[in-house]
């Protein structure tokens, strides 16, 4: 395939305080069964919804973002509910890993940070919204842009190695925290990779030594927080 002519531009991501004003909390996101989702007939998307995204009878078009393929997002429920994707060809390219958690403590630190938790946590603040429950395992969706290669909608989840498994942990209640946001790509390793983010404090930032959205179809990943590693995975095409 031929290589992405990647526009590079300076780091977005100023740290995790950026990603606090649209940082979300996923409550028992539905399965792959849609278990707990509202019912809702699957009819043609609107003329309006944009490229890639789910039109829902009973919620109009949605962001599908880490939800499995022909399900839409429901911010306010906490739900991925399923509908009917517009012009899927054209979206933006998609990846996706579950993460090995290679430093639990500097994983809580940036979610405690972004303030999902400790005791940031709206209700059952009783030792449940400990941010070291959600610390054991996560999930890295990242979707480059319809419109500009050189820009990503990433989303981190925390507590679950998937967006439609809840958290396993049972001082949860089964909750799974997101981290999400835009970021900007930048070259790396003689532009065989890039980096997204900042290392500066406060920040995440996404390190890939060699692969490019556009001529991979998976590629390594390390996933910081202060500069200092707290994941790892490998994002495939999906």
Do not use: H
């Not at 995790?16 to 996101?29: F, H, K, P, Y």
């Not at 849609?34 to 829902?56: D, E, F, I, L, S």
């Not at 393929?69 to 991925?80: A, D, E, M, N, R």
Request: proline share 4%; charged share 10%; glycine share 12%.
């Amino acid at each position: 395939m031929k290589r992405m002519n990647l526009k590079w531009m300076t780091a977005m991501f100023s740290g995790v305080a950026t990603l606090v004003a649209t940082s979300t909390l996923l409550i028992g996101c539905a399965d792959n069964n849609n278990g707990g989702a509202p019912a809702a007939a699957v009819v043609t998307p609107a003329a309006t919804c944009q490229v890639g995204q789910v039109y829902n009878s009973q919620y109009g078009c949605l962001n599908q973002q880490s939800c499995q393929s022909g399900y839409g997002w429901v911010p306010q429920q906490g739900l991925c509910v399923p509908g009917t994707v517009s012009n899927p060809t054209t979206a933006g390219t998609k990846f996706y890993t579950s993460l090995s958690i290679t430093s639990r403590d500097q994983f809580a630190l940036a979610l405690q940070t972004a303030r999902l938790c400790d005791p940031y946590l709206v209700g059952g603040n009783l030792g449940n919204a400990s941010c070291k429950n959600y610390s054991e395992r996560g999930y890295l969706d990242f979707q480059v842009s319809t419109t500009s290669a050189n820009q990503a909608y990433i989303v981190i989840g925390a507590g679950s190695s998937s967006p439609n498994i809840p958290n396993s942990n049972l001082t949860t209640g089964g909750r799974v925290l997101r981290m999400e946001g835009n970021v900007t790509l930048n070259a790396y390793n003689n532009n065989l990779g890039f980096i997204a983010g900042t290392n500066q404090a406060g920040g995440i930032r996404l390190v890939v030594e060699n692969g490019l959205p556009a001529s991979a179809n998976s590629f390594g990943v390390v996933v910081e927080y202060n500069g200092v590693e707290f994941a790892r995975g490998t994002l495939t095409r999906y």
